[in-house]
């Protein structure tokens, strides 16, 4: 896969397989900015994220926990820790930082790829190596156009 791209995902066993994909690529120390409106399959892309990488538990939506960390099932493989900064949108990458430090997440920072929905303009500051994704859902259809960039 390359550095960037862009998929027209028409099926939600689509957007599991493109998370899936882009999940390969990720290594400890990553951030995943999954931004796009409500309903265009942040955490779809986060559950296919979640099966390429191993990780335990069900992905689901944490917007009233902030964060959930998902361990690996293979020793030294990183865990995902999946946020949503939805209700700290009005804060800045300084202070979300502190916010996901002060949970006491069972894991460092360092160690895992962080998966941040709502996090467009805040996460990218949080690691060099980050990959940004935007969904955006085609009006009166299931259909979603998914771009991504590696940035650093």
């Known amino acids: 896969m ?7 995902l028409e099926r939600v066993e689509d957007t599991v397989a493109l998370g899936s994909r882009l999940g390969e690529q ?27 990488m191993d990780v335990d538990g069900p992905v689901t ?4 926990v902030l964060a959930r960390v998902h361990p690996p099932r293979r020793p030294g493989a990183p865990a995902m820790i999946h946020v ?11 202070d979300l930082l502190d916010e996901l430090e002060s949970l006491d997440l069972d894991t460092e920072l360092a160690d895992a790829v962080v998966v941040v929905e709502w996090g467009e303009g805040l996460a990218e500051r949080l690691a060099e190596r980050h ?20 940035g650093s």
């Not at 995943?32 to 559950?47: E, W, Y």
Request: overall charge positive.
């Open 2 to 8: 390359t550095s960037s791209g862009t998929a027209t």
């Open 26 to 52: 990720l290594r400890a120390g990553d951030v995943v900015v999954l931004s796009g409106p409500l309903g265009a399959g942040k955490t779809v892309l986060a559950k296919g994220i979640a099966a390429a």
């Open 61 to 64: 939506s944490p917007t009233y």
């Open 84 to 94: 949503d900064v939805y209700r700290l949108l009005d804060r800045n990458a300084a």
């Open 131 to 150: 990959l940004d994704i935007r969904l955006e859902r085609i009006s009166h259809s299931d259909t979603r156009i998914a771009t991504w960039e590696w």
